[in-house]
């Protein structure tokens, strides 16, 4: 079987462009594991960039169950991102809570500073 000019450059491309959407996506989950922990600080910038690889696979997924059939090593790395992805979908879901519970706690500590302003402002008028 003949292969046409060119496709083994595109089937590397592709290899080449899965393996660094994964290598930088486990970087990223270990970032935010890390930022559960307190160890790190989970940043906009990291959500812009999971979002950044989530897109640069968008084109690729579709053509999955073809590249799975075609190219044995892209299989591997499309299984691997996707249990990458599912592993961020769960710890992502934990930083959510974590978020929500920090601003929770900033919320508090805004309505406590209001009212030691309040009690000061009331202690000056009485002076």
């Known amino acids: 079987m003949s292969q046409l000019p060119g496709?083994?450059?595109?089937a590397r491309r592709i290899r080449d462009?899965?393996?660094?959407?994964?290598?930088t996506l486990s970087s990223l989950l270990s970032d935010a594991k890390d930022s559960l922990s307190g160890r790190k600080e989970f940043t906009v910038e990291t959500v812009r960039a999971i979002a950044a690889l989530v897109s640069e696979m968008a084109p690729i997924l579709p053509r999955a169950k073809e590249?799975?059939?075609t190219e044995p090593e892209v299989a591997s790395q499309l299984e691997d991102y996707v249990a990458l992805a599912?592993?961020?979908?769960?710890?992502l879901e934990n930083v959510r809570i974590m978020?929500?519970?920090?601003?929770?706690?900033?919320?508090?500590?805004?309505e406590q500073l209001?009212?030691?302003s309040q009690w000061a402002?009331?202690?000056?008028?009485?002076r």
């Open 7 to 10: 496709f083994d450059n595109a």
């Open 17 to 23: 462009q899965i393996a660094s959407i994964d290598t």
């Open 67 to 69: 590249l799975r059939s």
């Open 86 to 91: 599912g592993e961020l979908h769960s710890v």
């Open 99 to 110: 978020l929500v519970a920090r601003r929770a706690g900033v919320k508090s500590g805004q």
């Open 114 to 116: 209001r009212a030691v």
């Open 121 to 126: 402002a009331t202690l000056q008028q009485t």
